[in-house]
């Protein structure tokens, strides 16, 4: 199991990658605060299956979920994220690279883009996550089953 670790921040990211070709930081996965790389096989598309069929895709349990920890930064949460990820792409030695996120992988697409946007070639956001009044109460129920 790769694992990328950050002593300095406290925390530990579970990542796989596969297939050959330009990096794809498919880091972003959907799934609020269950985001892992096993929840691509339960939304429209499994990202990561795809894209390492062209490109060098990389895919992570982010820090609260699967396999990944560490404390959430409350100064920043979302700038914590996104050094999570600058962080991991460093350890792989990946300079610039496209972003893949879903749900709210779109959010920590976006901050990504503000933190670094020399290493961001491009993004796409699938699905991106949004509250108003009807998406509350679906929301306030994802976590009940």
């Known amino acids: 199991m790769p694992l990328y670790t950050d002593r300095d921040r406290n ?3 579970h990542y796989e990658h596969a297939g050959d070709g330009f990096p794809l930081l498919l880091l972003l996965p959907p799934g609020g605060l269950t985001a892992d790389i ?3 096989q339960r939304v ?3 990202a990561f299956e795809i894209f390492q069929r062209g490109f060098h895709a990389i895919a992570i349990d982010e820090r609260h979920a699967g396999q990944s920890f560490g404390p959430i930064e409350l100064d920043d949460p979302w700038g914590a994220y ?3 990820h600058l962080g991991l ?3 792989l030695g990946i300079e610039r690279f496209p972003v ?3 749900c709210i992988g779109s959010s920590h697409a976006l901050r990504l883009i503000q933190l670094a946007p020399e290493r961001v070639v491009s993004a796409v956001l699938v699905q991106p996550t949004g509250i108003d ?4 109460k679906v ?5 009940e089953a």
């Open 139 to 143: 929301l306030h129920g994802s976590r």
């Open 100 to 102: 893949l996120g879903s």
């Open 38 to 40: 096993a929840y691509w």
């Open 44 to 46: 429209a598309f499994n």
């Open 82 to 84: 996104a050094r999570d």
């Open 89 to 91: 792409m460093n350890h």
């Open 133 to 136: 009044e009807e998406s509350k």
């Open 11 to 13: 925390v530990t990211l």
